[in-house]
Structures are given as C-alpha cells and as structure tokens.
C-alpha cells in the first residue's frame, strides 16, 4: 500500500499543528532522506506514492519532534565551523594589517603613503595609530 506526499503532508499540518507550506517541506525533506525523488524547493509537497512504512516513519518522526535532518544538522554545524575560523583569520589578518600600518608609521611614511597602500583615508590611519 502506498500514501501519496500530499495527503501525509494534509496529516502532518494538521496533527503537528504545521502550516501546510512547513508540513510541505518537512515531509519533502524526509521523503528526499529515504530516497524518494522529489524536487527540491518546492512550495508544496510533490504528488507522489510512498510506501505506507516510510509515510509512518515520516510521520512519526515529525510528530515525536524530530524535524531536523541529520544532515541539514550537520550542514549547519560544518557552516558554523567555517565561520568561526574565517572570523579568526579576519581577526588575525585585521591585527597583522593595523600593526602593518603603525610598523609603516613608525618607519617614517606619511601617513598619506601609508592610506594609499591601505586603501583608506588619512584619518583612518590616523585612528589605527591612535589606538
């Protein structure tokens, strides 16, 4: 026996108290996960067959709160862990650049050769020097 997407999508909005554009994509996603082909990004669920045990486990697995998707889970984590270490390189290029900059100052440039190698204004120089 089989459930077709958009009625199981009908029964998750109603029993996990979803709009039907949530119940849409979680049922899409879930459906994707046990490799059912379906499209991605689609407003509404596709109109398609399941088998009844994947429907339930689909089911259950929303309505026991489990909405998250290991793998969206671990694309987040794998996101978050690029982005703390692109801030570290951030800081770490912003410190070399602001001491580069008093390094330059200190050696004698004016503080005008010094904007026009940094690409900033004279009173932003003047402010890293400053600080």
């Known amino acids: 026996m089989t ?11 109603d029993r996990a108290d979803m709009t039907g554009e949530a119940a849409a994509r979680v049922v899409t996603a879930y459906a994707a996960d046990l490799g059912h ?3 991605a990004g689609a407003p509404e669920a596709p109109d398609l067959d399941v088998p009844e045990e994947d429907a339930e486990a689909i089911l259950g697995a929303i309505l026991t709160g489990d909405h998250g998707h290991s793998g969206h889970l671990d694309t987040v984590a794998e996101a978050t862990a690029a982005r703390e270490s692109a801030r570290a390189a951030l800081d770490a290029a912003d410190t ?4 580069a900059i008093r390094d330059a100052t200190a050696a004698g440039h004016s503080r005008a050769e010094v904007a026009a190698a940094a690409g900033v204004s004279r009173s932003r120089v003047h402010q890293v020097v400053g600080q």
């Open 3 to 13: 459930v077709n997407l958009r009625d199981l999508t009908d029964r998750v909005a």
């Open 37 to 39: 082909p379906v499209p």
């Open 96 to 99: 070399a650049w602001r001491q």
